[in-house]
């Protein structure tokens, strides 16, 4: 299994970026796929998630600001839109795939490698 995230970048404070991940070698539609960050020094936390059907979750400081969507159809990959982007959304993002939904990291089954996205005030 191979998830790849890409799109991380660096923006100015309300900026927008499109991150994306391609997942292959699992049934993409039978997992739930999620969005996590790291910022230096701090734990990794959730941004995001998406049910195979397409139902979402946020945490509170993104909702709003962020929207993460699949395709099931191509099987491979999954969007994370980003606008008015701040300061505090600064930090490696991953993209990972568990068979539900869950704000927990560890009951993630595979991760990809990370994207680095940086916001300048």
């Known amino acids: 299994v191979q998830l790849q995230a890409s799109g991380g970048g660096l923006v100015q404070t309300g900026g927008s970026l499109r991150l994306s991940c391609a997942a292959s070698g699992l049934s993409f539609s039978s997992y739930s796929m999620g969005w996590f960050r790291q910022a230096l020094g701090k734990s990794r936390e959730f941004v995001a998630d998406?049910?195979?059907?397409?139902?979402?979750?946020y945490r509170d400081s993104v909702k709003g600001r962020f929207t993460i969507s699949r395709d099931n159809a191509k099987n491979t990959v999954y969007l994370l839109q980003m606008n008015s982007l701040n300061v505090e959304d600064t930090g490696v993002y991953y993209c990972?795939?568990?068979?539900?939904?869950?704000?927990?990291?560890?009951?993630?089954?595979?991760w990809g490698q990370g994207t680095l996205v940086t916001v300048s005030s």
């Open positions: 998406i049910s195979s059907g397409g139902s979402t979750h």
């Open positions: 990972a795939a568990a068979r539900a939904m869950t704000p927990r990291a560890s009951a993630y089954d595979y």
